[in-house]
């Protein structure tokens, strides 16, 4: 569904509509020729909208499949897939993979070694759109995860000692292949605005996948 082809088509039905019942009251037949023309245009343009696809939804996936394939491959050539720590750093607001456990001021964006520890550090310029409002990460995720991504249903977020704990349930069929991807871009996109949120350092310390429901766990790094 395409909000502005609907707006459209309803509006030139509607002024068609309007323009032939004036043409038939007044007896002019060209202008009844044109309204009804004009009639079978708006009917598409409103068709269209109710069941339109925007075509650069398709072509991101198919760009976000490919890179994720070449960043996948770059990380497994490194050894950094297999067993790999997850940071988000608020330097510069990257996210950095590393074999191990790495400063997060000691790195910069891409490749690099820190005391001769492998790290990818990525920005997470999408994360920098969104201002933290209120004071409820979980009221901040659901508006931007559901309202504007439309990721999954609910967002539920526990706290306990510094440990978080999210779970975004009942995640869109749109979203999963994202999820189940190597890189899995909605893991950085929780963690990145998370970590604006909190205004801090972020460590991945599990996740999970049960059925369509995602969970994943992070710690605040001191």
Do not use: H, Q
């Not at 395409?2 to 019942?21: C, D, E, M």
């Not at 007896?27 to 650069?56: M, R």
Request: aromatic content about 10%; hydrophobic content about 50%; some cysteine.
């Amino acid at each position: 569904m395409y909000f502005k082809y609907l707006v459209s088509g309803g509006l030139i039905v509607i002024i068609s509509v309007i323009t032939a019942i004036y043409s038939l009251l007044v007896g002019i037949e060209v202008v009844l020729g044109v309204s009804l023309a004009t009639l079978v245009l708006g009917i598409v343009v409103l068709t269209t909208g109710l069941t339109y696809g925007e075509p650069l939804v398709e072509l991101f996936k198919t760009f976000s499949r490919d890179l994720s394939r070449l960043v996948s491959k770059v990380l497994e050539d490194s050894g950094l897939l297999s067993s790999s720590k997850f940071r988000v750093c608020l330097n510069d607001l990257k996210l950095v993979i590393s074999a191990k456990p790495v400063n997060c001021l000691s790195t910069s964006l891409g490749f690099g070694l820190v005391d001769d520890v492998p790290y990818l550090a990525m920005p997470l310029d999408v994360v920098k759109d969104f201002e933290v409002v209120g004071n409820d990460l979980r009221d901040y995720l659901r508006e931007i995860l559901i309202g504007r991504f439309k990721v999954c249903r609910d967002v539920n977020v526990l706290v306990d000692d510094g440990n978080y704990l999210v779970e975004l349930r009942s995640v869109g069929d749109d979203v999963m292949w994202l999820v189940k991807s190597p890189i899995n871009y909605v893991r950085f996109l929780v963690l990145g605005l998370s970590a604006k949120f909190l205004s801090s350092d972020l460590e991945l310390v599990n996740e999970d996948l049960i059925g369509s429901n995602y969970l994943i766990r992070f710690k605040v790094v001191t």
